[in-house]
């Protein structure tokens, strides 16, 4: 897990650190289990969320659910389905705007509450949260840092948030998959209810696609599961990630 990787655009070098004062983003995981690590933004999303926890459920795997509370307020049946199937839940944001918008107090204070209204619904503690669009400055590390969550990104995409073929998207989900590869894909696709206008919800069958990249893994000798599980058998590799 030493090699020179670019993130957003910038090379940067991961480095595995336990210190609270590294100031650092959690990538992926050093495992040698040969696992990748399963992510969601975006939902709960009736017709993707529930898509995803078949398939899931079928294949006795965990993933990680980064959840945006102007979802889980409209669906809390939905989360409560993903809560009881054994996944594990954080938090994405109260809605999809860029943190980068808000002053560091701003961002403090909606962190707070939206981690402490998520576990409210779920039952459970939130320890992660990925920031709108992975945007994130020094100041807004330290703001949701203060708040007591720690940020998760990502090392590979399944290119669901964009117009590609599902063969295609599951080719760049494989691109960088890896034991502790940390995969983003998304069970939900935010709009104006959520603070933003990303445009049209592109065509995808989230189920299918997921159970297309399980395959592929398969194929590859990698199993999947949930953030939680990958470090009970491995330590979080940090990396320095900022993007306004």
């Not at 701003?106 to 998520?118: M, N, P, S």
Request: aromatic letters at 6%; charged letters at 25%; proline letters at 5%.
């Amino acid at each position: 897990m030493k090699q020179v990787r670019r993130v957003l655009g910038r090379v940067v070098k991961p480095v595995i650190r336990s210190h609270s004062g590294f100031v650092g983003s959690v990538v992926a995981v050093d495992t040698a289990v040969p696992r990748i690590v399963l992510t969601y933004d975006d939902g709960p999303e009736p017709g993707g969320t529930d898509n995803i926890l078949k398939v899931l459920d079928d294949r006795q795997l965990t993933a990680t659910f980064f959840v945006l509370l102007s979802r889980a307020r409209r669906h809390p049946g939905l989360l409560a389905e993903v809560a009881a199937a054994g996944h594990e839940i954080a938090l994405h944001g109260l809605d999809h705007q860029r943190l980068t918008g808000f002053s560091s107090r701003e961002v403090e204070q909606r962190t707070k509450d939206g981690r402490a209204e998520l576990e409210d619904l779920t039952g459970s503690q939130v320890d992660w949260i990925r920031p709108p669009y992975g945007r994130q400055t020094l100041a807004t590390w330290c703001a949701v840092k203060s708040a007591g969550l720690m940020p998760v990104m990502w090392g590979t995409t399944s290119w669901d948030s964009r117009v590609a073929s599902q063969a295609d998207r599951v080719r760049q989900a494989m691109a960088g998959a890896r034991p502790g590869a940390i995969l983003l894909a998304h069970d939900g696709h935010a709009g104006p209810a959520d603070g933003v206008d990303d445009g049209p919800s592109p065509s995808v069958d989230r189920g299918d696609l997921t159970a297309r990249i399980l395959d592929a893994c398969a194929d590859a000798g990698l199993g999947a599961w949930a953030l939680k599980e990958a470090l009970k058998h491995g330590t979080p590799v940090l990396a320095a990630w900022f993007k306004r």
